[in-house]
DNA sequence: TCTGGGGTCCTAGGACCC
DNA sequence: TCTGGGGTCCTAGGACCC
């Protein structure tokens, strides 16, 4: 049997665990830039406060209900995301961390009368020693075991855990859920799907094998069949090298200047980077895009526009990356426009050891590697960006404002970023005693 | 004033190969 | 008049996920 288990309200249950005036107050997260709402704590939820909903829209609704905003945290919450998986390592090896607040777990080992003990041991566990709480779900199929969460959640006296063992109890499921809450399932497959004259998860599942592989392909496929029992999509206990790696960011202020736009893009790329050389890889080539405000009124002209440069070798220096980067952008940039958007794309990534060199290179890739591993101890040691190239700027915690003495206009607003409880020495939580 | 970011997978179509 | 069959690789775009 696999194990699914996610937390509840991830981002702000992180919020909660060390701001104890957040207690009971229901909370919101939002997004990079402050723009959308992307985590609600159970509060915030019973208030109707909608996920994915821009700020600014409800911004009065939150003063009116007194709920606490928060700009999102990602330092804090990849670390408890770790302290979580270190929990569940302890019930198994055989684990799968999908995203920062799931993972699938093998309890193959766990004999089918303890599967319920088990999960609810996983459960207090983890409430217990991260203090974040999180819901189990326990079936035959990953598609059947983030089933079987949901229900964890949503029926109350199942209690946080739900296990599936028995044909019954999945038919039982099936018919208690909406076709949009199985994994994989949108409203536009929800569509297609009634258009077969399928309209619940338990008719999917029932449905004739040919007439699902012609019309659904294989995506559709693979969800019935998960839904029979049938493992379709596997335990990936040893995570895949990544394929791309992405950073972009939409701006504060819109900018129509190109020194902008390159600055932006120096800037994601060495970030980008970072994330490419924790991993071992190389990049072969770099795609830059930038977008104007698909938000802007009618009339404005809209733009969007991504060009790829690739390069000779694949390469994991900064230097490197950042210059294909600012002449992918110089093909993409049109003066005239009013820009919102930017991000660099880092693609055909090979293992460092795997890197196939050029016949006419000539330069010290050595000596580049190890100046780039400097840079990024240093930068770990004394925070990100005490180190860079010199037409990037400093990224992340710091403040928007003045940069070697003129305005940085595209970084993003996050005006309401709680601290670093768990990363930064000087951000530690402090707890005072009463005296007797 | 204000509307996220980072991924994977599939499919279709084109270029090219033998 | 007629105009193969089988394949790879790449890219763009769309759907979907968290």
Same mark, same amino acid.
């Given at each position: 049997m696999l194990v699914h288990v996610d937390a509840n309200n991830f981002y702000a249950s992180c919020e909660k665990v060390f701001d104890p005036? *957040?207690?009971d107050r229901p909370v919101v997260v939002l997004s990079n830039n402050d723009g959308v709402v992307v985590a609600r704590s159970s509060e915030a939820k019973a208030l109707n %406060? &909608?996920? @994915?909903?821009? +700020?600014f829209q409800i911004a009065d609704l939150l003063r009116r209900y007194d709920v606490r905003v928060l700009s999102s945290n990602y330092t804090l919450y990849d670390d408890m995301s770790n302290r979580l998986a270190a929990v569940y390592r302890r019930f198994t &090896? @055989? *684990? /799968?961390? +999908?995203?920062i607040d799931e993972c699938f777990l093998s309890? &193959?080992? !766990?004999p089918p009368d303890r599967l319920d003990a088990e999960a609810r041991r996983l459960r207090t566990t983890a409430g217990r020693w991260t203090g974040i709480p999180v819901g189990v779900g326990v079936a035959a199929t990953k598609t059947l075991a983030k089933l079987a969460n949901r229900l964890a959640k949503k029926v109350p006296a199942n209690d946080g855990v739900c296990v599936l063992g028995d044909a019954a109890s999945v038919r039982d499921a099936l018919g208690r %859920? /909406? *076709?949009?809450? *199985?994994?994989? !399932?949108s409203r536009g497959f929800q569509c297609r799907l009634r258009s077969l004259g399928i309209a619940t998860p338990l008719e999917l599942a029932e449905a004739d094998s040919h007439l699902v592989r012609r019309r659904l392909g294989v995506v559709g496929q693979r969800i019935a069949l998960e839904l029979r029992g049938q493992r379709c999509i596997p335990m990936e206990v040893i995570a895949p090298d990544k394929q791309t790696v992405c950073c972009s960011r939409s701006f504060g202020t819109e900018t129509r200047r190109f020194d902008d736009l390159r600055q932006a893009v120096c800037t994601f790329a060495s970030q980008a980077m970072v994330k490419l050389r924790r991993q071992d890889l190389a990049a072969g080539a770099v795609t830059v895009f930038v977008d104007t405000n698909i938000h802007a009124p009618p009339g404005v002209k809209q733009y969007h526009n991504a060009r790829t440069t690739g390069l000779p070798t694949a390469s994991c220096d900064t230097r490197e990356i950042a210059a294909a980067a600012v002449r992918a952008l110089r093909r993409v940039y049109r003066p005239g426009y009013s820009y919102k958007k930017a991000g660099v794309l880092l693609h055909r990534l090979v293992k460092r050891s795997g890197v196939q060199p050029n016949l006419f290179d000539r330069r010290d890739h050595g000596r580049a590697g190890r100046l780039m591993a400097t840079v990024d101890r240093i930068n770990r040691r004394f925070g990100r960006g005490a180190v860079r190239i010199a037409a990037a700027v400093p990224f992340g915690m710091a403040p928007s404002g003045l940069t070697a003495g003129r305005t940085v206009h595209w970084r993003g607003r996050c005006d309401r970023r709680s601290r670093c409880y768990t990363t930064r020495w000087d951000e530690l939580p402090i707890c005072y005693a009463k005296s007797a």
């Open positions: 005036t *957040l207690r %406060i &909608d996920m @994915a909903r821009p +700020y &090896d @055989a *684990l /799968e961390i +999908y995203s309890f &193959d080992h !766990v %859920i /909406e *076709l949009t809450d *199985l994994w994989g !399932v």
